[in-house]
């Protein structure tokens, strides 16, 4: 195989594919521990992305990073709480995170991705990773020439992707780490890849200029914003340069496929428009703003492999599952996949064991903060149920909600909220971790 910028016995330790947060945190905690890592990026420069929000429990994983100073120093919005609106428009108290830890983990931001991930880019070059822009991979190879074989018989051994000059070349590594976001690479090549059948949700967003926002700390708020019928929902994400996010969310039966006009299916924009119509609280927010694109879909975005590793490669972030974005959990999990993926790669290179066991390790832990926050999203789906209810109910749950609310479902046991709520809705059963 051919090896980019080879050393001296030709090969690396890790290669990455994607730049994105979950692939950087990989690349950074991997490389400053003096491991070889090659990070391939398809985009030359860093692009617009969704999901925008973090939670503040990702302030441990930048702590690790190294980047809470940038994070200070950038122009990012500063996020304190997260604020729910009713169908009628009444809004709730805000869940404030620093009022049940009171520590600057508590606040955290909001992101504009092309920066975002751009400075997450740099500071893993900064670490000792090698970054590739502009080399898209094209396959995961394995050594076997079939992958129809049982996933626990192969293994990844490197990658073939094409050049910014256009050559097409291979590069092998001892373990493949597969950050592809929703393209799920290795996912979808071994037919690992399942659908959350009771979130099949559709989502349909762009960017304003000039959206109403609160003031003082509540400037920076993430707000969760009800249509009048419930069947669908809003988030408003302030963001930097008097940007705002704003995206409507709802099953893709009623969001895209039940919308016809006379001479064929609603544009996205005129489905957008006529939702924005249905939210009293969204109107008077951006009844004054310039839209700043027309408006993107994204759909059946919930979605789990049944593996997070194998031999010789590990999933994380997007490329192993998303929920769904309604407590913006997606940068948050992908944060922490590649930092407790990074933690068990780390491991196997020490001990020389790329197994499919060595490498899943973190799996178990893993799904299980995973399962914690889905719960609470099928109670948010679920329509008769209300968190204000709930908490005027049990009292004593308040503070596992902002708990889960703020990510710290790997720091605190959030379990004793689910029995109490399943009294007031239904929930699904846990997705037990069986294996890498």
């Not at 890592?37 to 690790?64: H, N």
């Not at 000039?210 to 708020?221: C, K, N, Q, V």
Request: charged share 25%.
């Amino acid at each position: 195989m051919k090896r980019m910028d080879a050393t001296q016995n030709g090969s690396y330790d890790v290669i990455v594919i994607g730049g994105g947060p979950g692939g950087s945190t990989t690349a950074t905690l991997v490389a400053e521990k003096g491991h070889r890592v090659l990070l391939l990026e398809r985009d030359k420069c860093s692009q617009f992305k969704i999901g925008e929000s973090l939670m503040p429990a990702t302030y441990w994983t930048f702590k690790r990073l190294g980047v809470i100073d940038k994070l200070k120093a950038s122009q990012f919005p500063q996020k304190y709480s997260v604020q729910f609106y009713s169908s009628s428009g009444k809004a709730s108290a805000p869940f404030y995170f620093y009022r049940n830890a009171p520590h600057e983990s508590s606040v955290t931001w909001q992101v504009l991705r092309s920066e975002f991930d751009q400075m997450l880019l740099e500071n893993a070059q900064e670490k000792g990773a090698q970054i590739e822009r502009g080399v898209s991979v094209h396959e995961v190879l394995f050594d076997k020439e079939t992958v129809a074989l049982n996933p626990d018989a192969i293994g990844a051994v490197g990658v073939r992707a094409k050049l910014a000059d256009g050559r097409i070349e291979e590069f092998s590594a001892k373990v493949v780490v597969d950050s592809t976001g929703q393209s799920t690479l290795i996912s979808r090549k071994l037919k690992i890849r399942t659908t959350e059948p009771e979130l099949k949700k559709a989502s349909i967003f762009t960017h304003f200029e000039g959206g109403i926002r609160d003031e003082g700390i509540d400037e920076g708020a993430t707000l969760i914003l009800h249509t009048e019928s419930k069947d669908s929902w809003f988030w408003f994400i302030p963001l930097p340069y008097d940007r705002v996010s704003v995206g409507v969310v709802g099953d893709l039966g009623y969001l895209l496929q039940s919308r016809r006009e006379c001479d064929g299916t609603l544009s996205h924009q005129a489905i957008f428009d006529e939702e924005i119509a249905k939210c009293p609280a969204l109107k008077p927010r951006i009844a004054r703003a310039k839209q700043l694109f027309p408006a993107k879909v994204t759909k059946d975005f919930s979605y789990r492999a049944s593996r997070i590793a194998g031999n010789g490669w590990v999933l994380v972030g997007d490329a192993f599952g998303f929920l769904d974005p309604v407590y913006s959990s997606g940068l948050f999990l992908a944060l922490k996949s590649g930092e407790m993926a990074a933690d068990t790669i780390n491991e196997a290179l020490d001990k020389e064991d790329f197994s499919a066991e060595q490498l899943g390790r973190f799996g178990t832990d893993f799904v299980a903060g995973m399962e914690a926050i889905r719960k609470l999203v099928y109670a948010f789906y679920t329509k008769d149920f209300s968190f204000a209810r709930f908490l005027k109910r049990f009292p004593e749950c308040q503070q596992g909600i902002v708990d889960i609310l703020s990510g710290n479902v790997y720091r605190t046991d959030v379990t004793g909220i689910f029995g109490p709520m399943a009294e007031m809705c239904r929930l699904p059963e846990d997705k037990h971790f069986s294996g890498p």
